[in-house]
Structure formats: C-alpha cells, structure tokens
C-alpha cells in the first residue's frame, strides 16, 4: 500500500493530544494518549523517548499557544513582571486539566530556561539579590497556577451561608460578583498585593 502523504504522527500532534487527554482527564498516560491519537502505544516510541518528553512536548504546545512573550524587560520591572503573570495564566487557563502534570514536573527545556532567563535578567537589573530570585519566581508562579485553576471553578465557590451564624462572611459576599468576575478581582487584587510585597523586600 503506498505511505500516507501526511504522517499519522509527528512531535507535535503529540503534544497537542497530550494537553486534551490531561484537560479531559485531569491525568496523562501513555495508553489513554494512543487512544486519542489513533495509534498504538509503541509508536509514540517512535518520535518520543517516554513521559518526560511528552510533558516536554505539552509545554512546547502551550507555549506555542499563548505566542510570544509581549513583555518588554527594558521597561519598569514592575508592569514587565505583571504582563509577564497575565500571559503565564492565560496561557495555563486554557489548558486547566493539565496544570497539576506541568506544575509538578522539572523544566528541563532550553526554551523554558529561556523564558526565566528574561525573568531572571528583569529581577537581578531591578536590584533584587540573586538569592531572592527563585523564591520571588516561584511564589509567583503558585499564585498564577492556584488563579489558573480558579477561572475553571464554579463562579460562586462559598454558598448556602447561613446569615444568622455567618453575619461577616454574608456582608462580604453580597459585595462579591456571582460570575467570572469574582476570579479576575482575585486575581488583579492578588497580583497587586505580590507586586507591592516585592517591592518591598527590595534591598536598600
């Protein structure tokens, strides 16, 4: 039979079906993968050396999703590390299910690496110590996952309050939007509040 013109199977096709088995599935495995690209699992064998690449891959997908960095790190470190966390989440908000996989798994990949490197080279030239770097980048990043993960939960998370033994907690939530503004106020409030405690830890 002569070869299929377009190849069943590329590094890319990989990627993307990993990312929608994990948004489905909350989960990755190489048989579930095989399923939704219409192969058997040794060939994915073929174009990938086991599960590190394929997360390798997912990242790369993502990556490739969200476009290029729109941040310019010659400007103020501030609304350069800001633009920086909105396109992180944005690009994590489209693929929530595979969130828990991408944030527990090394980043060992050039491109990655220098994705950090512009971080990295922002936070040094704004004067923060080289110490304070990867504490300043991971909490950061946790803040963006956990709000990743809270565009996808339902629009009112604390419900059927009790007035009468929840008088503060009710107050507060008749000020609360009921839809997805509720996670973007979270999300600006938040990011702001990281900012200025940042600014603060600023050596003199």
């Known amino acids: 039979m002569p070869r299929p013109r377009t190849p069943l199977l590329d590094r890319r096709r ?4 990993a990312l929608r088995v ?6 990755l495995s190489i048989p579930a993968l095989a399923r939704e690209l219409g192969v058997a699992p040794s060939a994915l064998y073929h174009h990938v050396s ?18 290029p960095d729109d941040w310019d790190p010659s400007q103020p470190w501030e609304p350069s590390l800001e633009a920086w966390a909105r396109s992180y989440r944005a690009a994590f908000a489209a693929h929530p299910g595979a969130v828990p996989l991408l944030a527990t798994a090394p980043l060992a990949e050039p491109f990655m690496h220098a994705k950090y490197e512009r971080v990295a080279a922002l936070l040094l030239a704004a004067g923060f110590a080289a110490g304070q770097v990867m504490p300043l980048i991971n909490a950061l990043e946790n803040f963006i996952l956990g709000s990743a993960l809270d565009l996808v939960a ?13 008088p503060h907690l009710s107050a507060v939530l008749d000020g609360t939007p009921a839809d997805h503004r509720r996670a973007e ?6 990011l702001r509040a990281l900012l200025t405690g940042f600014r603060a830890l600023l050596p003199r």
């Open 14 to 17: 990989i990627g993307a079906g």
């Open 22 to 27: 994990a948004d489905e599935q909350g989960a």
């Open 50 to 67: 086991g599960r590190e690449e394929i997360v390798a891959l997912m990242r790369e997908e993502l990556t490739r999703e969200a476009g």
């Open 154 to 166: 339902p629009p009112v998370m604390v419900s059927d309050v009790a007035r009468e033994t929840a």
């Open 185 to 190: 106020l979270a999300f600006d409030t938040g």
